[in-house]
């Protein structure tokens, strides 16, 4: 492939980041806010600049210009996302842009389209997502949530686990079991939501790093119309995969991580300490220009109408597993320093940021399917090998 931008790139690239330098608030340009998850209706931040975006016509990229979308073509999504993951500046589309509203646009009948998806464009829906359970994660068919139908409603027992943001979320996507004796993959289907309904309680989990975005939700007979119902009933695996299907070279976390360790070569060099590194930094730099090269190569295959498969696994895998290991080096080669959080008097590097990558880079090997389920999908259908 050819890694030069087209001349329309080129020009589309120039676009994104004049807008990004312009409107891009100071606050949100600093690079540890990257490692943030930001969905919540709670930072006002976000949604400030939620709005710049949206003003812009460039929150709902990949929708279709009918439903309020940009309709941009891959190769510009692509762009669009690595310029802003150089600026330090997320996409503020969230859940709802990324993943439920390309669902209803698939699945939702005209009237789901109509009800669901202008709230999410004008960001009154936030989204969490209620797909894992405590016995369904890594194999997500198993999930035991029971929808019972009943008339014009269904209604819904049991729980979600590892939700993130449901306390900040005003809405949620979710599967339910609606079907017990079919296959597991056949008697599921996709629901939405508001999270203020009757039964539906939210606990937060409080997280290593002192964070609170986890959540368990407890379904005890919720009530969804049967209107919120997205596509066929016992067809919600389907729906569900259908989601992935957008843009998806992974590109943010590959520049994420490339700015990662030329934010530690920085601290390097400030504390005195990059004597005895240069080797392990030298190869660090190699794998995340490789990284970006894997992104590169998965967004070019979607360009050219191709499906990316296990090629998007091992972009995941790959770009997950080195922020592990940035993040390691970091806390090694800047010694204990290195290690300690905010409010450590003073002591803390970057405010604690250094410590804050440590403690994010863990679940984002876990976080969207776990390197081991990467690695299954890469030995499986990209190399041929037979199962385990
Ligand atoms: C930060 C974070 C945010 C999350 N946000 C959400 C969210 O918003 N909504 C949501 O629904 N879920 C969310 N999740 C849940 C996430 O999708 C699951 O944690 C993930 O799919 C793994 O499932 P599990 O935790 O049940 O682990 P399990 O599936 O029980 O896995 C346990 C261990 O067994 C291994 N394993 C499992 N199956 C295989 C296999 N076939 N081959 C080899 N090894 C295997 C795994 O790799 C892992 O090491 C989040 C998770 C994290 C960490």
Redesign the pocket.
């Known amino acids: 492939m050819d890694f030069r931008d087209t001349e329309e790139e080129a020009a589309w690239r120039a676009e994104v980041r004049a807008f990004v330098e312009a409107e891009a608030p100071e606050e949100y340009r600093v690079f540890h806010r990257q490692a943030q ?1 930001s969905y919540g209706l709670g930072d006002v931040t976000y949604q400030r600049w939620r709005t710049t975006v949206a003003r812009r016509g460039l929150l709902a990229a990949h929708w279709p210009k009918e439903y309020g979308g940009a309709g941009l073509s891959v190769m510009q999504q692509f762009v669009m996302k690595e310029e802003l993951a150089l600026a330090c500046v997320p996409h503020p589309g969230g ?1 709802g842009v990324e993943m439920v509203g390309p669902t209803i646009i698939l699945h939702g009948t005209d009237t789901q389209k109509a009800e669901l998806l202008p709230p999410i464009l004008r960001g009154e829906h936030i989204y ?13 068919a198993a999930v035991q949530l029971r929808a019972v139908r009943q008339g014009d409603d269904y209604v819904l027992n049991g729980q ?7 306390t900040t979320c005003n809405w949620m996507f ?1 599967l339910a079991r609606t079907d017990q004796e079919a296959p597991k993959h056949r008697g599921i289907s996709y629901f939405v939501t508001p999270i203020d309904v009757p039964g539906l309680t939210v606990r937060s989990i409080p ?1 290593m790093a002192g964070g609170d ?2 959540c368990e939700t407890f379904f005890d007979d919720v009530r969804v119309p049967a209107l919120y119902r997205i596509g066929e009933e016992n067809r919600g695996w389907y729906v569900a995969m259908t989601t992935l299907d957008f843009e998806r070279s992974g590109i943010a976390g590959a520049v994420g991580v490339h700015l990662t360790l030329l934010d530690l070569i920085k601290e390097l060099r400030q504390a005195g300490r990059l004597r005895g590194n240069q080797n392990s930094l030298v190869d660090l730099y190699v794998a995340t220009s490789v990284a970006r090269q894997m992104a590169y190569h998965v967004a070019d295959q979607q360009n050219r109408g191709g499906v990316p498969n296990y090629e998007a696994s091992m972009v995941k895998l790959f770009s997950s597993e080195l922020g592990r290991r940035v993040a390691t080096s970091s806390v090694t080669m800047l010694g204990m320093a290195g290690a300690l959080l905010t409010g450590s008097g003073g002591r803390e590097i970057g405010g604690g940021r250094i410590a804050r990558y440590y403690s994010g880079s ?3 090997t ?8 990467q ?2 999908i890469i030995a499986t259908r990209g190399l041929g090998l037979p199962r ?1």
């Not at 969490?128 to 997500?140: C, I, K, N, R, T």
């Not at 876990?366 to 389920?373: N, Q």
Request: glycine content about 18%.
């Open positions: 998850d859940r969490a997502q209620g797909f894992s359970e405590p016995g369904a994660g890594s194999d997500l979600k686990i590892w939700t993130s943001n449901a979710l997280d975005e986890l863990i679940p984002s876990i976080a969207g399917g776990t390197s081991e389920v690695r299954g385990g």
